[in-house]
């Protein structure tokens, strides 16, 4: 219902053309040409938190800064996979955005017991049953599914009509959709994706990579707060490369500094990205029997020692993200600690521990990892180095009852305002550059 029969659904031969279609679109050249889209994003949240703390009586304020986060990333992946504006941060009024806000935690956060009692009897009716279940049920979570559903298919028809006019009139857009769109006109039907594929990428982009990395920066910002010497650390390297920066004659961060000459930001990034993986768990179900080797032989309570498991076809499994995340043998004795430095001092195992890109198995692992990768670290990276230079964040009273709150994605909540969605108050002032 909420990413349509695109890459998160597809399977075998399908996943398979779906992906090879959608790769060059999500290349490292090609994300790297995003950085000013997200460095702009970027200084819009700055402005508007600036103008909140100027107009304060004490040179600080104290901010949700889910709300913000949220509206940037959402601008973030309108610009750079549709070339379309959602005038997020501005407060445009724009219905897919007002449809899309806090999606996610109304529907599927916090549920009653008769809605979990629902999800588990849905596991076990027939799948036509179900869908019709889904289309009819007078629920308002799934009210509100379909209607972003709706509108995000009739916004997809017409940026997918708007492209292909760009494309027969010469116009070469380097957007995400643009790219789609210009390798469906070719011949080969291996290279072409079919009309319901096409509104299905615009689905999944905007859910996938939206929430995902609004969610990862809210507990990143969470956790700068929680240990401002780590704050300061990452500003002086922020600092330290602006005057490298301006001694070559330039001006604005390059995504070879980002990637390659700023080590404590990637530590930091990639340890935000391990103790708070935005997508705790993901579904594997194999399509033939297999038999999977342990790393460890596991003693059966009758002492007989098993050193691989059978798993016959079809079997679910839900592999837990935040359960390798701090597995103390590949991240060290003190993996349940938020500790940046245990990516520069040879503390993580990568060498035993075959990982997902960048941190862990955050993104996931192997043929079905996450195919925007790049395009998430990359914005995170951005955004982090735009806000940490300008603002120092600082915990408050509220900042005590923030908990998690499972709804497909870990998010912040306030304990005992569950109902009012995603909150993270953190105090925030301006950087003084003394």
Sequence with gaps: MFFGRGLVWAEGDDHKRQRRIYSPAFSASKARAYLPVFTGCA????????????ASQDASAVIDVTKLISLAALDAIGRTAFAYEFHAVAGGDNELRKSFHNIPHLTFGNPSDLAILGQGIAARIPITLMWFLYDNLPLEALKRVHRF???????????????AEELLAGKD???????????????????RLTEEEMIAQLHTTILAGHETVSTAMNWTLLELARNLPAQK?????????????RARGESEFTATDLEQNMP???ALLKES?????????????PIS????????????????????????KGTAIHVSIAGFNRNKEIFGADAH??????????????????????????FSSGPRNCIGWRLAVLEMSALIIELTKNFVFELTPSTEKVRREACNLMVAVIDGEEEKGMQLPLKISIVSRQ
């Design 289 to 312: 029997d297999a038999t999977v080797p342990l790393s460890k032989p596991i003693v059966a309570p009758s002492g007989e020692v098993f050193s691989a498991i059978a798993i016959p």
């Design 337 to 362: 600690n938020w500790r940046p430095e245990r990516w520069l001092d040879g503390t993580v195992r990568t060498e035993t521990f075959p990982m997902g890109p960048y941190a862990g198995m955050t």
């Design 233 to 245: 650390k990452l500003r002086a390297e922020i600092f330290a490369m602006e005057d490298t920066i």
């Design 273 to 285: 990205l391990r103790f708070h993986p935005p997508i705790y768990s993901f579904l594997k179900v």
């Design 43 to 54: 200084a819009e949240v700055i402005a508007k938190w600036s103008n909140t703390i100027v």
């Design 149 to 163: 559903t709706a509108l995000a298919t009739r916004v997809s028809r017409e940026l997918v009509a708007d492209k």
């Design 264 to 266: 404590y930001l990637n």
């Design 173 to 191: 857009k380097r957007d995400i959709m643009s790219l789609l769109v210009k390798a469906n006109a070719s011949s080969n039907a291996q290279t």
